[in-house]
């Protein structure tokens, strides 16, 4: 039997959590037999478990084919220290089951090409994937310290560290997935200013050369390709960067889609030569939210949408993640807005109804 381990976390997180169960509930009717087992993760696993994640559920996502995550963090954890903070459950996981390979689509859905910060022709038909390095660079580097200075000054060091090998299968995985799309990757890094940047750019190439020309590579520099991601998005195709650039591409595209609220991930492992199995957690890109958490309000498709890629990455069920992504599509057209992409005077919807309609559109 297919087996998930949910873990909601804070915040909105368990309320697109409880939207995807039902989405999940829906397959298992009709005979998909996923196992759900559920943990704490973030705030409530600090609040109640005394970390943000504990070695039972460790255990527990040792156990599982897949991990669905929800959201971490809330402003009550800010004066914690940096190990017991929320997202250090997040982090735990994703270094703990080496999680390298971030896969970020941002899709513009034909009915919310006016919801994007941009004009309609720019994102109209967008689909990019911004393929970001999980569990390296500047949040796992040595030394990443506060240190007293004695002179009543403070001194913060964050080190942004990168080996051959994980930018090597970090290339590999971009050059890969390029090739299921348009063949085309663009690797961002700051060489101008960043040995690390260097590195990645050198590692880039020579990974290319070694069996991967027929994909084209291209680079940029971060800051030109932020730019450019606003300008004219639908030149990329997969973009691959580090962990942090990742981070903030990744939330610079959800604008591009209409909300964060659209953006699902999937952080993928390497796959294990021996079972053909890769470790495999599925999120959205959205944190928890903690000014609408408790309204209902929130906007569950990137949450619904992570479990669709974990359909397709974990289990290969390839035809029901696209009857997924079909119905979040025809939720969209038929006008249903939750408040995040609802445009001026335009009545929005909760959770629950949004949910409703696409569980009414898979119906179909
Ligand atoms: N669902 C994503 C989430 O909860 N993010 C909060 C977080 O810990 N973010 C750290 C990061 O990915 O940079």
Partial sequence: MPSLLLLAGDGIGPEVMAATERVIHFFNKRGAGFELQSGLVGGTAVDNEGAPISEATLAKAMAADAILFGAVGGPQYDGLSYDMRPEAGLLRLRKHFDLFANIRPAICYPALADSSSLKREVVEGLDIIILRELTGGVYFGEPKTIEELGNGQKRAI????????????????????????????????KRNVMKTGVLWREVMEETHKDGYEDVTLDHMLADAGAMQLVRNPKQFDVIVCDNLFGDMLSDIAAQLTGSLGMLPSASLGAVDSTTGRRRALYEPVHGSAPDIAGKGIANPIAMIASFGMALQYSFGMVAEAKALDAAIAETLAEGLRTADIAAPGDEAVGTTEMTDAILGNLEM
Avoid: K
């Avoid at 080190?159 to 995985?173: F, H, K, L, M, S």
């Fill in 158 to 189: 964050d080190t942004q560290v990168y080996d051959t090998y994980e930018i090597d299968r970090i290339g590999r995985a971009a050059f890969d997935l390029a090739r299921t799309r348009r063949n085309h990757v663009t690797s961002m890094e």
